[in-house]
């Protein structure tokens, strides 16, 4: 059983700075792509960033030149470090990976969820 388990998070002011790492455990074959995803009350869930499994990411515009998203895949490991952040950016942010556990196998993972409120 493979699970995610993130850490980070928490309260800045605007213009602060956040860390996030989610690392996945269990019984791991491969691990595809790996991502970050928000949630603010009355919106829908949105990809912020992800990054495939030989290091290319992507970006939502919003975050665009503010936030970078990189993996360690000896520890099966992503991060995401979010710089000049902005009231806007309050939300629940998931961490999601597609893992191969094996053969014909495939698991879509996501973290527990972890709030990142900006506000003075």
């Known amino acids: 059983q493979v699970q995610l388990v993130e850490s980070g998070g928490g309260s800045v002011q605007p213009g602060g700075s956040l860390r996030f790492s989610c690392a996945a455990s269990g019984t791991i074959f491969r691990i595809n792509v790996m991502g970050w995803y928000r949630q603010a009350p009355g919106k829908e869930r949105e990809l912020v960033a992800l990054?495939?499994?030989?290091?290319?990411?992507r970006y939502a515009d919003s975050v665009k030149g503010r936030f970078t998203i990189s993996r360690d895949n000896t520890k099966n490991t992503v991060y995401l470090q979010m710089n000049s952040l902005k009231p806007e950016d309050t939300a629940v942010y998931y961490c999601?990976?597609?893992?191969?556990?094996?053969?014909?196998?495939?698991?879509?993972?996501w973290g527990q969820g972890t709030l990142v409120t900006v506000s003075s």
């Open positions: 990054i495939s499994s030989g290091g290319t990411p």
């Open positions: 999601h990976a597609v893992i191969i556990s094996g053969v014909s196998s495939l698991e879509s993972l």
